[in-house]
Structure formats: structure tokens, C-alpha cells
């Protein structure tokens, strides 16, 4: 594709619910990464998945959260039993070579 | 330990130039990137450096040091459109990238 498309762009979701987020990398780049943001503040590293290696997970903050990647294309971000601080933008970004192209973001609410 | 410190926010003025610096602590070093996030929107690549130096791109220059873990972004004849959060990143050797908190850019009229 074009760009690193991700969906939903919003979710509203009650407390309790598990939530699943998809990215779609732009063709061909072989990392891809999902970062957190949360209202004013900086990008939170939650994991990274380059080719066929095993992902860096040391940014997940909970074992409420997992992600899966098939291969080197789409990338799923799961949520179990959603919390109130879970509420942020999650951000994905793909990249082949230097810089990191990031998506549009699945702005997440927990109510 | 890995930190990025950057100043929380900056007010420059239309037609001036503005340095937006950073340093960094990183557990390893594979290139300085800086990203230009408008509220609401993705960050979007504006640099790259791994060797020291300065790297001009139109009106936007970054610098890095590597022996002092500093670099700096310079935002030349400043636009109202330049108003938004410049995020500096360190990718390491595990290839993943370090943001640090943004700087908030406000360009006043």
C-alpha cells in the first residue's frame, strides 16, 4: 500500500473488554513497531518485529497486552481486559532500511 | 539506562530561527532521527544522522555530536505551519527507536 494503514482509527470500549488493533505496513519494509501515546506526552516503546526474528517485546507494559505479525505483513496489537489507563493513541510504524513510517494511529477510550 | 531529554516547549516568532536541542543516553547508538508531529497527526520524518555533523535539508538542519550524546534540530525562516512537536529518536543496536518527550514548537505571528 501507500502508507502504514491502521484500523480502527477510533474504538470506545468499557472496562473489562479486550480490544484488538491492526496494522497494515507498507509493502516490503521488513520492521514494524507499535508505540503508545497517551495524551501530551511522548511516543512509549511497547514492541518491535523485524523479519523472522523474535520481536523485542520489552516495552509491553502488562502481560494484558501481545501482539502477533504474519510474516512481514499485517500486525495485530491485543488488549485483554481493557483498563481506564489503557486510554492513548497506538501508533504503528514499518521501516526497510533508516526512518520509521508511521500510521495514522487507533485512538483508544476506555470508558 | 536510556533517556532523551529535550525542553518541554519553545515560542519563536515568523521569519526567525529556532534550535531545538537534545541529548541523549542510549544503550548503543544506530542513528538520530527527528520526527515533526502537528497535534491530532503522525509523526513524519524530517532527519536522519549517524555520523557527526550537520545534515541541511531546505529549511531544516539537524547536528549530532556522538561523543557528547547531543544533537540539535534548526528550523530556519519559521512558518506558522512549523507550529508542532519535534520528537527526537535514537535507534540502537537493537534497532528499535527511543523517542524522547517532544518539544512543542509555537510560532507566533
Known amino acids: ?111 | 539506562g536510556q533517556n532523551i531529554d529535550q525542553p518541554t516547549e519553545m515560542t519563536a516568532t515568523e521569519g526567525a530561527i529556532v534550535q531545538i536541542n537534545c541529548t541523549y543516553q542510549t544503550s548503543g547508538f544506530n542513528g538520530l532521527f527527528w520526527y515533526q508531529q502537528h497535534a491530532g497527526e503522525a509523526p513524519t520524518f524530517l532527519s536522519y544522522n549517524v555520523l557527526d555533523g550537520l545534515e541541511e535539508k531546505g529549511r531544516f538542519s539537524s547536528f549530532l555530536s556522538r561523543s557528547k550524546g547531543y544533537s540539535y534540530l534548526l528550523l530556519k525562516e519559521l512558518q506558522m505551519k512549523d507550529s508542532a512537536s519535534y520528537l527526537c529518536a535514537v535507534r540502537n543496536y537493537g534497532q528499535n527507536f527511543v523517542f524522547g518527550p517532544g518539544t512543542r514548537l509555537s510560532v507566533l505571528p
Do not use: M
Open chain 1, 1 to 111: 500500500g501507500a502508507g502504514v494503514s491502521q484500523s480502527p482509527s477510533n474504538k470506545v470500549t468499557e472496562k473489562g473488554k479486550d480490544v484488538e488493533l491492526r496494522c497494515d505496513p507498507i509493502s516490503g519494509h521488513t520492521a514494524l513497531y507499535w508505540y503508545r501515546q497517551r495524551l501530551g506526552q511522548g511516543l512509549e516503546f511497547l514492541i518491535y518485529f523485524q523479519g523472522n526474528s523474535a520481536p523485542d517485546k520489552s516495552g509491553l507494559p502488562s502481560d494484558r497486552f501481545s501482539a502477533e505479525r504474519t510474516g512481514e505483513s499485517v500486525s495485530t496489537l491485543t488488549i485483554q481486559r481493557t483498563q481506564q489507563e489503557d486510554s492513548a493513541v497506538y501508533l504503528c510504524a514499518s521501516s526497510l532500511d533508516h526512518e520509521a513510517f508511521f500510521g495514522q494511529g487507533t485512538r483508544l477510550t476506555v470508558v
